[in-house]
Nanobody, 122 residues
């Protein structure tokens, strides 16, 4: 019943852009912080970007600062991750998650989506 669904992933060339969406079903995102995480083959899951429930606080990992922007539209029950200037090292499965605090530590989140694949390659 409680579900997060990511979409918008795909194959893009280096320097390109993608916008990921995270939509909630069965509950509303209004009272939740949302984080975006990614996991590449052979690497640990890492925090990418997160946003507070109010949208006032945003945090990006150093690796994506200046390139990725997280936003939320509570009226649409959706959170977005705009990814610009994509690099091959951004290739990973991207997950969104809902939790109490807007932090980049994945263990702090309670509800997770199934993930969407982002591949950056020429």
């Amino acid at each position: 019943q409680l579900q997060l669904v990511e979409s918008g992933g795909g194959l893009v060339q280096p320097g390109g852009s993608l916008r990921l969406s995270c939509a909630a079903s069965g509950f509303t995102l209004t009272n939740y912080a949302i984080g975006w995480f990614r996991q590449a083959p052979g690497k640990e899951r890492e925090g990418v970007s997160c946003i507070s429930s109010s949208g006032e606080s945003r945090t990006n990992a150093n690796s994506v600062k200046g390139r990725f922007t997280i936003s939320r539209d509570n009226a649409k029950n959706t959170v977005y991750l705009q990814m610009n200037s994509l690099k091959p090292e951004d290739t990973a499965i991207y997950y969104c998650a809902a939790g109490r605090y807007a932090v980049l530590q994945w263990r702090e989140y309670d509800f997770w989506g199934q993930g969407t694949q982002v591949t950056v390659s020429s």
